[in-house]
T-cell receptor
Framework: GAGVSQTPSNKVTEKGKYVELRCDPI?????LYWYRQSLGQGPEFLIY????????DSGLPNDRFFAVRPEGSVSTLKIQRTERGDSAVYLC?????????????FGPGTRLTVL | DAKTTQPNSMESNEEEPVHLPCNHS???????IHWYRQLPSQGPEYVIH???SNVNNRMASLAIAEDRKSSTLILHRATLRDAAVYYC???????????FGEGTQLTVNP
């Protein structure tokens, strides 16, 4: 079946611009996670949605970062006034969230480059 | 979050077993031990998880120390496709973040 998809796969933007990154989770998965990964590092948690609401947004680095999931499926990560330090691979994951073990399924990521 | 210590890199030959260690001495009593791996240019993928007992699945085995302060991921016969960064992650079973460290880069030689 279809896995987690992310668009675009690559995004190049200029410092100060606004960007939106999209995540399509696996159908039926109620939990959705955003992570970002800098070169040579492990992924770093940003935000977790359960349904439409953000259950944990403690990983968002500052108020330039915002994410939404209005219908409990697709999610958009929004970054305002991008900075060169925002350059990273942004990963999305989803899980089904039942009472049994819920592994996270990751998408291929969006590589963001801020010039 | 519990702190983990893993070797930066390990090397193996194809068809041989690989033992990937992880120290997690500050793990809480209710945390599971999750292992994920990340192949080049891909997102991480789940490998295995356990609480106290050793676990086996089609991908690997997980050996957990009796005091739960360390664990070992075992790949019984490494293949070239197993070359990846392997992450050991203590945490809850679901509904929460995964806290990745830097992991172990496994190289598999033909």
């Amino acid at each position: 079946g279809a896995g987690v998809s992310q668009t675009p796969s690559n995004k190049v933007t200029e410092k100060g611009k606004y960007v939106e990154l999209r995540c399509d989770p696996i159908s039926g998965h109620t939990a959705l996670y955003w992570y970002r990964q800098s070169l040579g590092q492990g992924p770093e948690f940003l935000i977790y949605f359960q349904g439409t609401g953000a259950a944990d947004d403690s990983g968002l680095p500052n108020d330039r970062f915002f994410a939404v999931r209005p219908e409990g499926s697709v999610s958009t990560l929004k970054i305002q006034r991008t900075e060169r330090g925002d350059s990273a691979v942004y990963l999305c994951a989803s899980s089904i969230n039942t009472n049994s073990y819920n592994e996270q399924f990751f998408g291929p990521g969006t590589r963001l480059t801020v010039l | 979050d519990a702190k983990t210590t893993q070797p930066n890199s390990m090397e193996s030959n194809e068809e041989e077993p690989v033992h990937l260690p992880c120290n997690h001495s500050t793990i809480s009593g209710t945390d599971y031990i999750h292992w994920y791996r990340q192949l080049p240019s891909q997102g991480p993928e789940y490998v295995i998880h356990g609480l106290t007992s050793n676990v086996n699945n089609r991908m690997a085995s997980l050996a957990i120390a009796e005091d739960r302060k360390s664990s070992t991921l075992i790949l019984h016969r490494a293949t070239l496709r197993d070359a990846a960064v392997y992450y050991c992650i203590p945490g809850e079973t679901s509904g929460s973040r995964l806290t990745f460290g830097e992991g172990t880069q496994l190289t598999v030689n033909p």
